[in-house]
């Protein structure tokens, strides 16, 4: 039998190491259980084929002669992606000797952003063990006709953040901003106007951020939130100077968010041009939801968003419930609070949003992540969500860190994430105590861990950490001495930023600061001013 497997080794010049890389056509291969041939080179199965069979295994190669972090790609269509979470197919890296898989992954009708049968990529990562006969394998359960386009093998890239997450860069100061708070009372409002999220865009850096004390604070807001809006402003100097801010989201009239719109993230959609802003809301009703509004135009500066009719879109517990159900969860059931929301990406139709939750009569804290196509609609599970938690306290009890004996690490808060090469990479604060912020000197500790993982759907424990977390630790122990830190990339540069803050003179200001050639021990230790 003559195998016309194409494979090749590349040599990759700009940094002269070879770089393994296999490909394979599976209308070329034997390895057929059900379905034909498609185009010459794919192959294809209709509902009337065999079901709950392999449409692609073997091809039992021994050239993957590598340990290192490896990434398979499955080239799949679909004739048909209409709503319906019945798996598909199953595709799987299967190491033959051992007889044992070593990763698979599910996919429905949902998982596919396209129908009329084109190429959707579905990736698995592995490490395999040199010698051994590996097999990239699709199990095809039913109901459908799918294609199998090609398979293709790749070690993996850590981007250009792999250096500071090895140390191996540095850190620039390029900016230090305060945005004053107005008319705030003397007490700790005067801090109030923090939840910075930087969005940089054709050279220009847009920051949102929230805003108290625009108007007076009716009286049924009073010990819930003084009155917020969300505002933007530009800068062209990283941040050294802002220009004055327009108005984004408002708090509304009805009891889930008239006393105001916090925390949230902008996303611009590209592909249909507009802005999309998600942000915490709250109003008389004392209960923290999620709400939604969007701007047409590339412009974020140009008039207020208009507010999702479907607003709150999420209710607090409503996400949570769902990603905790079920055994093996990395989070309590119980947990709530869906906040300080992050639109990651959008990617063949779906918005991926990382969100904080809260468990308080339990004591427990984590970062839980969903897609959504239209804010309204969330799914927790799916090809590439971990339905379960991304970060809980299993990730932070071991860092550096002399944790309150009573409470250890509670989980993660706020986080922020940014691809760069094949990994996502994951800047998350995580405290003792309580997730809320403890301003005693000397009580909470408060402090940034740097995790990555090359798929989004790595539940917490299998997230890779730097050689020691945290990454960055306030000088002087506050709980929120470091608050609202965010990662983000600007064309081919990456920054980091956060608000430092000295409870004891009651300032603060937002750092960022670029990556740059250098090195860096953790922590960081970050002080005031
Ligand atoms: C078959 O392959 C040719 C050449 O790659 C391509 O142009 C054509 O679109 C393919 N047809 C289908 C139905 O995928
Ligand atoms: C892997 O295989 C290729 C070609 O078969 C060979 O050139 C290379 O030296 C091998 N690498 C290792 C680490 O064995
Ligand atoms: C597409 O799939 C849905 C759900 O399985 C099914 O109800 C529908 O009839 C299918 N449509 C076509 C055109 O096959
Ligand atoms: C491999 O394992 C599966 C179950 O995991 C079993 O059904 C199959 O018989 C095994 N194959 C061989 C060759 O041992
Ligand atoms: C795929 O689905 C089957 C059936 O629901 C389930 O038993 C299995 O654990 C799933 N595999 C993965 C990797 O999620
Ligand atoms: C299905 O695919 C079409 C185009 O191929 C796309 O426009 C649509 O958004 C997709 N629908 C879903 C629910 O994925
Ligand atoms: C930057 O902000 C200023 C002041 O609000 C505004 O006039 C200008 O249009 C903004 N520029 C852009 C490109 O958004
Ligand atoms: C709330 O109601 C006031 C008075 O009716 C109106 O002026 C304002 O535009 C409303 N705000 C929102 C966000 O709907
Ligand atoms: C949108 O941006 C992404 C990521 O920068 C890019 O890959 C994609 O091609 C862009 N799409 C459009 C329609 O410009
Ligand atoms: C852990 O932190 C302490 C200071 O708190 C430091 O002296 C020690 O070197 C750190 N350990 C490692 C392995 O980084
Ligand atoms: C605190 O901020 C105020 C106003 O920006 C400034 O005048 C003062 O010097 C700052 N104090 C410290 C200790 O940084």
Not at 93 to 102: E, R, S
């Amino acid at each position: 039998m003559i195998l016309y497997v194409v494979t090749w080794l590349s040599l990759s010049l700009c940094y002269c190491v070879t770089a393994l890389q296999l490909e394979y056509f599976p209308g070329t291969q034997p390895y057929h259980q059900t379905g034909s041939r498609f185009n010459n080179t794919g192959w294809i199965t209709t509902t009337q084929d065999a079901s709950e069979r392999y449409l692609t295994y073997g091809p039992y190669t021994t050239e993957w002669n590598t340990t290192v972090p490896s990434r398979v790609d499955f080239y799949l269509g679909i004739d048909n992606n209409t709503t319906d979470p019945l798996i598909l197919l199953t595709v799987e890296v299967n190491d033959a000797d051992m007889n044992y898989t070593l990763t698979s992954r599910n996919i429905s009708r949902l998982d596919f952003g396209y129908n009329n049968i084109q190429p959707q990529i579905f990736s698995l990562y592995f490490s395999s063990t040199i010698g051994h006969r590996l097999e990239f394998r699709v199990f095809y359960h039913c109901c459908s006709t799918i294609v199998h386009y090609k398979t293709t093998v790749n070690e993996l890239d850590g981007g250009s953040l792999v250096d500071i997450f090895a140390g191996q860069a540095g850190l620039e100061l390029v900016s230090s901003s305060v945005f004053p708070t107005p008319h705030a009372d003397p007490s700790s409002t005067a801090m109030w106007n923090v939840g910075t999220y930087i969005k940089p865009i054709n050279g220009r850096w847009y920051v949102f951020y929230r805003e108290g004390f625009y108007a007076p604070t009716p009286d049924f807001c009073n010990g819930i939130v003084p009155l917020t809006r969300i505002v933007v402003r530009n800068s062209t100097d990283f941040g050294k100077s802002w220009s004055e801010p327009a108005v984004v989201a408002l708090p509304g009239n009805s009891t889930f968010d008239n006393c105001a719109a916090l925390d949230g993230a902008p996303f611009f959609d590209n592909e249909t041009s507009s802005w999309h802003y998600l942000a915490q809301c709250i109003g008389n009703n004392r209960r923290w939801s999620l709400c939604h509004y969007s701007r047409s135009g590339s412009d974020p500066m140009s008039g207020p968003f208009t507010p999702n009719l479907h607003n709150p879109v999420v209710q607090g517990g409503q996400l949570w419930s769902r990603i905790c159900s079920g055994t093996g969860k990395h989070c309590t059931s119980t947990m709530y609070d869906e906040g300080t929301p992050e639109i990651i990406q959008k990617v063949n139709g779906w918005f991926y949003i990382t969100f904080h939750g809260w468990d308080a009569p339990n004591n427990k804290a984590a970062r839980g992540i969903a897609r959504t196509r239209d804010f309204v609609n969330y799914d927790v599970a799916g090809y590439d969500l971990p339905n379960d938690a991304l970060f809980s306290s299993l990730d932070c009890n071991g860092w550096n860190i002399t944790w309150n004996p009573k409470s250890l690490c509670v989980g993660g808060g706020e986080g922020s994430m940014v691809k760069s090469g094949d990994y996502y990479y994951h800047l998350i604060e995580a405290p003792d105590g309580t997730l809320n912020c403890d301003v005693t000197l000397d009580e909470q500790n408060w402090v940034l861990g740097l995790l990555r993982s090359p798929t989004l759907s790595a539940r917490s424990g299998e997230w890779e950490q730097i050689h020691y977390n945290p990454a960055f630790k306030p000088a002087k122990k506050y709980g929120c001495g470091l608050q609202y830190h965010r990662i983000f990339r600007d064309g081919d540069d990456f920054f980091f930023s956060m608000f430092v803050i000295d409870f004891g003179v009651n300032n603060l200001t937002m750092k960022v600061w670029k990556v740059v050639p250098g090195k860096t021990s953790f922590p960081v230790i970050v002080s005031y001013p």
